[in-house]
């Protein structure tokens, strides 16, 4: 979902010959009193894969999925989203095999991880939407949170301060039994380009080295400020 519309700025689609192109849709929510895009990347042969997002009637809500172009549609017209000539568009091949490669890919999120982004990332390798200028759209990673919003670069983390599993089974002691290195959730990342390999606010990082970083004291405990470069291993993705 992209809720940047109010104007068409895309080209007529057309099935035959928009094989790997950034295809969009416009819709209307909350009895039509707001219209949004939905996107996804045609992938030929009456296909489309798409971010699956909130309010889509999709058995895998909030993933992304293969669909026909009838159920993507939805008797709307398509439209092939036009960029700007600056911006350098992948190839047809090399958009729909990142498309491919993302099936499945689940934690839909209308700020951060949403139909457009996926699109603009097939299509560019910009993880992009226009609907971040949406007034009523709130996040941490738009707001910054715990009001600390990290430059390119860095990143802030909660400490895990406890003994604790991970949802996969591996177990993390406290650092007191193993002092080189820590683990800490992701709470604010920083504003920008993303690429698909970022961390995003949730992830639970281990990260190299006890002193790394900066400690910071809030009302609600410890914030630690890390350069992205010393996160070693994710233990669980919102990815």
């Known amino acids: ?5 109010g104007k068409s700025r895309g080209r007529r689609f057309n099935k035959e010959s928009d094989y790997g192109k950034h295809i969009y ?21 009456g296909n489309v ?8 009637r999709s058995e895998r809500m909030g993933n992304v999925e293969k669909v026909s172009l009838e159920n993507f549609k939805r008797d709307k017209v398509v439209r092939k989203y036009q960029y700007e000539e600056k911006v350098k568009v992948k190839e047809p091949e090399k958009t729909i095999k990142r498309a491919k490669n993302l099936i499945g890919m689940g934690r839909y999120n209308l700020a951060i991880r949403n139909c457009e982004h996926f699109a ?11 609907q971040l200028s949406f007034g009523n759209v709130r996040s941490s990673e738009l707001s910054g949170a715990y009001g600390i919003k990290p430059l390119d670069g860095w990143l802030v983390l909660k400490p895990v301060m406890k ?16 002092p080189s290195t820590r683990s800490g959730v992701v709470v604010s990342v920083p504003d920008g380009e993303k690429r698909m390999s970022d961390p995003v606010v949730g992830d639970k990082l281990l990260v190299e080295g006890k002193e790394t970083g900066a400690k910071v ?7 630690w400020i890390i350069k992205e470069e010393k996160a070693i291993g994710v233990l669980e993705t919102k990815h």
């Open 120 to 130: 603009h990332w097939c299509a560019t390798g910009k993880w992009r939407s226009s």
């Open 217 to 223: 004291e809030i009302e609600t405990g410890i914030l």
């Open 163 to 178: 003994n604790e599993k991970t949802e996969g089974g591996l177990f993390i002691p406290n650092d007191h039994y193993h």
């Open 1 to 5: 979902m992209g809720l940047d519309v």
């Open 49 to 56: 894969i798409h971010y699956s997002g909130e309010g889509e």
């Open 25 to 45: 849709v416009e819709r209307l929510m909350g009895k039509g009193l707001v219209r949004y895009t939905h996107h996804g990347i045609y992938i030929g042969n």
